[in-house]
């Protein structure tokens, strides 16, 4: 593993955490997508999987007990990512490392902003408060109950709304 990196993980608290686990997920659809396109297999293959790894730390560290309705919908969209990802690596397509990579880098960019937000006012938020989720980028609660039904199409708009 990168030191660097290694450093950011030992050193990171939970928000930040997050955070650096979705831009690892990020970087490793945008490096499958590279080697879709060349047509490394072997490798596009082992690009998925680490995304699909990242998705599945991420379903593992979900607190349903602190917010069952966030959890829900969180591993809704983690395990349709999973998905995607494991529809891309069988079909050898790129419109699903698209779909996935939309929708991690929505997250990516809330989860920024609920970072800096609890920094600026140097407060932990309530762990069920879904209003500051919501503010963060991920669109009405019409649109996440859609989007947690696994609704292809849905899903896509809804976390980019």
Do not use: C, F
């Not at 930040?16 to 490793?28: E, K, P, T």
């Not at 790129?94 to 600026?120: F, H, I, K, R, Y």
């Amino acid at each position: 593993m990168n030191p660097y990196l290694e450093q950011t993980i030992l050193n990171a608290d939970p928000i930040d955490l997050v955070r650096v686990m979705y831009q690892r997920a990020i970087s490793w659809v945008r490096e499958a997508r590279v080697h879709l396109k060349h047509d490394r297999i072997a490798k596009r293959s082992a690009a998925i999987m680490r995304a699909y790894a990242v998705l599945a730390e991420l379903l593992a560290a979900l607190r349903p007990e602190l917010a069952p309705e966030l959890s829900r919908r969180l591993q809704s969209l983690y395990l349709y990512m999973q998905q995607r990802l494991l529809d891309a690596n069988m079909q050898q397509a790129d419109q699903p490392l698209e779909d996935v990579l939309e929708l991690l880098m929505t997250l990516e960019g809330a989860w920024s902003g609920v970072a800096a937000e609890m920094a600026s006012n140097k407060e932990m938020p309530e762990a069920t408060d879904v209003s500051r989720w919501r503010q963060a980028g991920h669109g009405s609660a019409a649109q996440q109950r859609n989007a947690a039904q696994g609704n292809d199409n849905t899903a896509r708009h809804a976390i980019s709304a």
